[in-house]
Nanobody
Framework: QVQLVESGGGLVQAGGSLRLSCAAS????????MGWFRQAPGKEREFVAA????????YYADSVKGRFTISRGNYKNTVYLQMNSLKPEDTAVYYC?????????????????WGQGAQVTVSS
């Protein structure tokens, strides 16, 4: 059983930056593909970014491409989401997730474990 805990959320002005962290325990995140999803009020959960198990491949939603970067920490048990040039429409609860499979990473059903979420609010 893998436990995922997100941190680093908060309130930021439009154009600012935040870095979310996802710490994995009960397992090694390098054994899993890792993804970030978000859910805004009244909307469905949507894919944001993902990285393959070895970190060699990364995937992004079109809405965040060029602004967000997913990466793995040096000790492999932490995954980050660096968010730059934030926009009010990026406001959402952001969830970290881990998948035993290394494909279909844009689909939430692929993921086996989920964190509790971190609130990101971008003011205009």
């Amino acid at each position: 059983q893998v436990q995922l805990v997100e941190s680093g959320g908060g309130l930021v002005q439009a154009g600012g930056s935040l870095r979310l962290s996802c710490a994995a325990s009960g397992g090694t995140s390098s054994n899993y593909a890792m993804g970030w999803f978000r859910q805004a009020p009244g909307k469905e959960r949507e894919f944001v970014a993902a990285t393959s198990r070895n970190g060699g491949s990364t995937y992004y939603a079109d809405s965040v491409k060029g602004r967000f970067t997913i990466s793995r920490g040096n000790y492999k048990n932490t995954v980050y989401l660096q968010m730059n040039s934030l926009k009010p429409e990026d406001t959402a609860v952001y969830y970290c997730a881990a998948a035993g499979l290394d494909y279909l990473l844009r689909a939430s059903r692929t993921y086996d474990y989920w964190g509790q979420g971190a609130q990101v609010t971008v003011s205009s």
